[in-house]
């Protein structure tokens, strides 16, 4: 598997995402994966609010959440079936303003892939959208898939045999999460100012349908499951219970 990180300019609110994006990537290569940071998905998007004080930021969090907990230094909160800091709000290159993530990053991501496999005549193209999140007790921000389209985002090994013959009964691999890891390895936190990259040879299996819930997992299923014991109830904006 290989990994092009384009160096780019600086992408500004409400570009044309679709130009940008040929600009850099001339020619992707059938069964190619294409990663867009979620950065530039919510700017072409508008999805940006001005910041006046962080009482503003604080309602805004709570609003983009399914859930929110304070903490000491933090808003922790469940956006998307994920946990995450501040509901992905940033504030870092935004020169005043405070960047959401994409009102849907299934949609952007199917959306981009129809018409960059028109452009290029290709039969199979993946899209992923990242987003940058930590792992509780490890240091270090990992990537990770907000939206995909284009490839199957889990591979099942259950019912498969080990090395040694067993039956596998819980074994699954998150292929999403993990192209987006190694993808923004290469593109990098801070002022590299890479937020596309190519992935060529990865070992995912290409499909016209993608299952966005594929890789959610109901809450008493998750291993974490006792750390979340003060999460019985998860109620959505909706009002209904997750």
Known sequence: MEIKAFR??????????T????????????????VITSKIIALAEGRTV???????????????????LKAKHNLFTIKDGMIMAF???DESNAKGKLILLPKDSFQSAEILRKKIMHKFHLKNLGVLITDSEFVPLRVGALGVALGYAGFVGTRNYIG??????????MSKTNVADSLATSAVLCMG????????????????????KTKR??????????????????????????????
């Not at 001005?50 to 929110?68: G, P, R, W």
């Not at 498969?160 to 009964?169: M, P, Q």
């Not at 936190?189 to 016209?208: C, D, H, S, W, Y």
């Open 8 to 17: 780019t300019s600086i992408f500004r609110e409400n570009e044309d995402l």
């Open 19 to 34: 130009a940008f994006i040929f600009k850099y990537v001339k020619n992707p290569k059938e069964n190619s994966v294409l």
């Open 50 to 68: 001005e910041y006046k004080n962080q009482s503003q930021k604080n309602k805004l969090i709570k609003e983009e959440s399914d859930f929110t």
């Open 87 to 89: 509901a992905g709000i």
């Open 160 to 169: 498969e045999k080990d090395i040694f013959g067993r039956t596998l009964k």
């Open 189 to 208: 936190e801070g002022k590299e100012r890479q937020p596309l990259a190519l992935i060529t040879g990865a070992p995912v299996i290409f499909t016209n």
């Open 213 to 242: 819930n594929e890789l959610v997992i109901n809450l008493k299923e998750d291993i974490y499951a006792p750390l979340f014991a003060n999460l019985k109830t998860i109620k959505r904006k909706n009002g209904q219970k997750k």
